[in-house]
Each structure stands twice: as structure tokens, then as C-alpha cells.
């Protein structure tokens, strides 16, 4: 087990690292001619070209969901197309991520570290200006210079259980809860505490409430302003938005839904515990995101957390996206969220697709 200091919860808190060092701690022969190779890095496993990589050498990751830059020479070789990092299969293998050797650092444009150096873990993502895939880019353009409020609430993109595995030497042996991971948009919901302000956020911006859209059609359906202000406007309220023209509309509704995953009192810094969210969601009238499983937390491998994110929506033949596991009380230290997701690898291959 794992003892969760103040000297390790903040490497366990730091933002996404789309492009990290990390080391190989695995290597399988693939296929009847052992051309290509599957590479253990983390908790993710990547086909790679045989006989290119070594086991425990150090390299360059990039996690799926990346999006490398173009006109760079260190990615002069990628096909354009191919500058998104995707989930692919191959000889009935799921492949996630995207190696790269470690001396692709020198041609990086005055990159002056000492590759040598360079430890375990050592965040890229800055230094090769790799960024997060956006299917809504053109959106998050627009709306760039509408800063989301970090120092109040988190933004919602989750962690994945493959890239900190010390999440399970967390949560083993304590009261969890998992919740079905609904495939639309996230918002965030807030009365500014200097202002008194009504904000809308979408996961990662300001959005007007003079638009029209789906982030403000939901505020005034479910009279979200109203519910903050009753309770003094201590609570940021952050949920998913789904429903028709929204992401396929997977759950196949009829109109426009939200449900809510979590509620932070912003002036306590403190995440709602379990217990507290679905108190918090009956007296706002608010649907909770649905509670697939809950009790002790007894999984010890990343294999068994994926086959259980497996199933479909119910009521459709869609797989669903996955799930999201807390723990039920004290899943937050200093206003930060102890907290991960795992993704239904179908759900992975039917949108990369």
C-alpha cells in the first residue's frame, strides 16, 4: 500500500503529460514475422517497429488524445493525418500512445537540456508544444481568451488509470464509487465569489450567456443560476451535457440532459463527498450521473479495471465510454480530487475510426 503524502499527492496531482520520458518495461514479439513489437510504458501498451526499442530504455511517450505540432523537424516524418495520436488494434492487440526515441530531443529547436539527464517522468508537453486533441478546436479558438477559473474548481478532464498507477494502491481496500462516463460535453456552473457573477464553462472556457448553446440552453432549462444563488453561491456544480446533435448522441434521448459528477463548495475548497452529492443533487432537483458499482475497492490491475469498463449504454448498442472511479469520503486533500477514469477500449475503436 501506498502511504499518500503531502510530499507525493502533489506528483500524483500535476496536470496531464500529454509527452513525458518514461522507460520500457516490457517488449512482445507481435505477429507470424516479428515485424512489430508490443512496448509496456506505464500502464499503456504501444506496437512499435522490432528491434528498435530496448527494455528499460528511456524514451519519449505520447499519450492518445496528443496532437503533435506540424512543421516541426522533428515530426517532418508524420503524415499530417497522422499527427493525432489514436487508439489502434493490431494482431488483436489495443495499441494507445505513441513512442518515440529520446535523441528526437536534439532536433527539437533549442532544446538545450542534456538528454543524459533527462528523469523518469520529465514533462515534454511544453517543450514539444504538444497539445490536447479538441473535436470542438474551433470552439475552444473562438473562445481562447475566456479563461476557466483553475484557482476555483478543477477542470474535468480526468486522469487515466494507465498513466498513474498509484491509484489503485489508493483506493485498494476503501469504499469507492464508480459512475457511468456519459458521452457529451462537460460544464461547470459558478457564482464568481468577487463579482457575484452567473458564469458558464465548457471544459475548458468562459462561454457567453448572450450564445446560443447547448452550455446555456442546459443553465436555463434546469434553472441552474437560481439553484446556486439559494444556497448562497458556494457550490460550483460541474456535469455532462448530452442528447441530440451532441457526440452522436450515444444514450439515444430525445432531447437535451444533464447530469451532475461533481459539486465543489468553492469557498470551503472541499469536493462533496458521496454521500453529500446526492443530498446535494435531490434538494436542487439535479440528476447524479448513474452509480454503476459501489462499495469496497478490491481491483488490482489495470486489465480488470478495463474488461469492467466494458457494456453498452443502456438501451442502446452503443458501448459506453467508460467509467470514473472516487472514493466515497475523503476522496479529496486540499481541494484536489482523488479521482480516474477508464475507457471502454470499444468505445475507444469505434471513434477512432
Wanted: glycine share 6%.
Amino acid at each position: 500500500m501506498i502511504n499518500v503524502s503531502s510530499s507525493n499527492t502533489d506528483e500524483l496531482f500535476k496536470k496531464r503529460k500529454l509527452a513525458s520520458v518514461q522507460r520500457i518495461s516490457n517488449l512482445i514479439p507481435l505477429g507470424k514475422k516479428n515485424l512489430e513489437e508490443l512496448a509496456t510504458v506505464i500502464g499503456w501498451k504501444v506496437i512499435v517497429p522490432s528491434n528498435t526499442f530496448k527494455i528499460n530504455e528511456k524514451i519519449i511517450y505520447f499519450e492518445i488524445d496528443s496532437l503533435l505540432p506540424a512543421g516541426k523537424s522533428w515530426t517532418s516524418h508524420i503524415k499530417t493525418k497522422n499527427l493525432r495520436i489514436k487508439t489502434i488494434q493490431k494482431y488483436n492487440e489495443i495499441s494507445q500512445g505513441l513512442i518515440m526515441k529520446l535523441d528526437t530531443l536534439l532536433k527539437v529547436e533549442n532544446f538545450k537540456l542534456k538528454i543524459e539527464d533527462l528523469k523518469e517522468g520529465f514533462d515534454l508537453t511544453e517543450i514539444l508544444q504538444v497539445t490536447k486533441y479538441d473535436e470542438n478546436s474551433e470552439e475552444a479558438l473562438k473562445e481562447k481568451e475566456k479563461r476557466f477559473p483553475t484557482e476555483l474548481i478543477e477542470k474535468s478532464d480526468e486522469i487515466r488509470i494507465q498513466s498513474n498507477l498509484h491509484y489503485i494502491d489508493i483506493f485498494l481496500g476503501k469504499q469507492f464509487y464508480s459512475s457511468l462516463k456519459f458521452d457529451g460535453c462537460s460544464a461547470t456552473y459558478l457564482i464568481e465569489p468577487d463579482t457575484n457573477n452567473f458564469r458558464i464553462f465548457s471544459r475548458n472556457c468562459g462561454v457567453s450567456e448572450s450564445e446560443k448553446s447547448a452550455y446555456v440552453e442546459i443553465a436555463e432549462k434546469y434553472d441552474i443560476k437560481n439553484k446556486l444563488l439559494i444556497y448562497g453561491g458556494i457550490y460550483a456544480i460541474q456535469g455532462e451535457i448530452y442528447g441530440p446533435k451532441i457526440n452522436g448522441n450515444r444514450l439515444n434521448v430525445n432531447e437535451i440532459k444533464f447530469v451532475v459528477f461533481n459539486m465543489k463548495n468553492i469557498i470551503d475548497n472541499h469536493y462533496l463527498d458521496f454521500d453529500e452529492l446526492v443530498e446535494m443533487c435531490e434538494k436542487m432537483d439535479l440528476e447524479m450521473v448513474d452509480v454503476v458499482e459501489e462499495g469496497i475497492f478490491n481491483y488490482k490491475t489495470v486489465e480488470q479495471l478495463i474488461e469492467k469498463s466494458k457494456g453498452l449504454y443502456p438501451g442502446t448498442n452503443c458501448p459506453r465510454e467508460g467509467l470514473v472511479y472516487r472514493l466515497k469520503k475523503d476522496w479529496n486533500t486540499n481541494g484536489k480530487r482523488f479521482s480516474f477514469k477508464v475507457i471502454n477500449d470499444d468505445y475507444l475503436l469505434l471513434k477512432s475510426q
